[in-house]
C-alpha cells in the first residue's frame, strides 16, 4: 500500500512517500481494518517528524492521526460498524480498562497512544484501529470534512465543554486563530453562546474567525492584547482563555484574565516554558488547567454535532498523499486557516 513515511526524525526533507508497505492485517477480534479515504495533518505531526521525547519510532514509520475513510474488513467481535460502512476515527487508543478508563477518562489511560505518534498512522491506504474508535457517518458527509474534524475538536471539546464548561455568559479569549484546535474552540464558544475574543498576527485571518462568529478581533502586531482586553472590558478581562501557544502568548493570556478567570492549555506550539506570577494567581482566584485529546463519550458528542451540522471543520487546502509533503509545509508555513487535508484519491 501507499503511505507517507519517515524512517528518522528531522527536518521535513525527511518524509518519504512509500507505495511498497504491505496492508496492515486485523489483529485484535475487536479490530477494523478501514481504506483511507482522506486525512488531515496536526502540528503533532510536525512534532512526530522532529521527534517527540520519550517516543519512538521504527523505520518506515507511517504518520498521521486524523482520517476519514470505509471500513474494510471487521474482526470476529465486531458488531458496531460492518464493511462498506463510511466512518471517522477518533485517534486516541487506550485500553479501556484501566482506572481511569473505566471512569470515562480515556486520554488519561496508562496506555493510551495516538495514531501516527504511538501506533501506525492514516497517511496511508489503510489503518487498523479497535472498534471502539470508530463511528459511522452519513453519505452526505464527506470525506475530506470528516477527516479534518476529529483531533482538533474532540481536543477542544474537552477543553471548553469538559474542562473549563464555557457558558453563555463566558466571554472567551482565544489565542491564535488558524489552527484547527483554535477554529474549534471559537466555534464550539460561539455554539454555547459565549461571546469570543481571538488573536492573531495576521489580520486576513481575524476577519475569516469573523465570518465564523468571532466577536472582538486583536491583532498582536498592532496592539498589546492584554490592555486591549481590558481597555474594552472596562478593566474586567475575560472569564475563560484557551492558549495553545505557549511562551509566546502566556503573558497577554493571563494579563487578559480576570477575577475567577480559567485558562486552558493543550500544548505549546511556541514553547513549552510558562511564567505565572503565584500572587496574582492566587489573588484573582484562578484556575490553569491542562487538557488533552478527549474520551469516547467526548468524541461521540462532537461526531454527533458533525452529523448535525452544527459543526464542521473550515479546511485550508487538499493535497493528493503523493505530494504529502505540501501539506506538511503548508502546515509548517503557519500560514493556513483550518485544517490542510490528504486525500487518498489518485491524481
Ligand atoms: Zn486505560
Known amino acids: 500500500m501507499r503511505a507517507l513515511t519517515i524512517d528518522e526524525h528531522g527536518g521535513l526533507d525527511r518524509l518519504r512517500f512509500r507505495d511498497d508497505l504491505p496492508s496492515p492485517s486485523l489483529e485484535a477480534d475487536d479490530d477494523v481494518r478501514v481504506r483511507v479515504h482522506a486525512a488531515a495533518l496536526n502540528h503533532l505531526d510536525l512534532w512526530v517528524v522532529r521527534g517527540v521525547p520519550g517516543v519512538r519510532i521504527s523505520p518506515g514509520w507511517i504518520l498521521g492521526s486524523d482520517c476519514a475513510g470505509v471500513v474494510d474488513a471487521v474482526g470476529p467481535a ?13 485517534p486516541g487508543v487506550s485500553d479501556r480498562t484501566c ?57 477542544a471539546w474537552r477543553m471548553l465543554v469538559t474542562r473549563a464548561q464555557v457558558r453563555d455568559t463566558d466571554q472567551v479569549l482565544v489565542q491564535g486563530i488558524g489552527g484547527g484546535v483554535a477554529l474549534a474552540s471559537l466555534q464550539i464558544a460561539k455554539s454555547r453562546a459565549a461571546r469570543v475574543w481571538v488573536t492573531s498576527g495576521s489580520d486576513a485571518k481575524l476577519e475569516r474567525a469573523r465570518a465564523l462568529g468571532a466577536d472582538e ?63 496574582r494567581l492566587f489573588w484573582n482566584q484562578w484556575t490553569i488547567m491542562g487538557s488533552t485529546m478527549g474520551s469516547d463519550a467526548e468524541f461521540a458528542a462532537i461526531v454527533q454535532e458533525l452529523k448535525a451540522g452544527r459543526l464542521e471543520p473550515p479546511v485550508d487546502s487538499v493535497h493528493p498523499l503523493e505530494r504529502g509533503a505540501d501539506a506538511f509545509a503548508r502546515l509548517q508555513s503557519g500560514e493556513q486557516f483550518g485544517k490542510v487535508v490528504v486525500t487518498m484519491e489518485t491524481e
Open 78 to 90: 465486531v458488531t458496531s460498524v460492518r464493511v462498506g460502512d463510511r466512518v471517522v476515527l477518533n
Open 99 to 155: 482506572e481511569y478508563c473505566r471512569t470515562g477518562d480515556n486520554p488519561l489511560c496508562l496506555r493510551f497512544g495516538i495514531l501516527g505518534e504511538h501506533r501506525p498512522g492514516v497517511l496511508a491506504d489503510f489503518v487498523v484501529v479497535p472498534a471502539a474508535n470508530v463511528l459511522t457517518i452519513p453519505d452526505t458527509l464527506s470525506f475530506v470534512t470528516a477527516a479534518a474534524f476529529p483531533l482538533a475538536t474532540l481536543t
Open 217 to 279: 478581533l486583536l491583532n498582536r502586531h498592532t496592539c498589546d492584547i492584554a490592555k486591549e482586553v481590558r481597555a474594552r472590558t472596562g478593566k474586567r478581562g475575560v472569564d475563560v482563555v484557551i492558549d495553545c501557544v505557549g511562551e509566546a502568548t502566556w503573558a497577554s493570556s493571563l494579563g487578559a484574565l480576570g477575577k475567577r478567570g480559567r485558562i486552558v492549555t493543550c500544548g505549546g506550539t511556541s514553547g513549552p516554558n510558562l511564567q505565572t506570577d503565584v500572587r
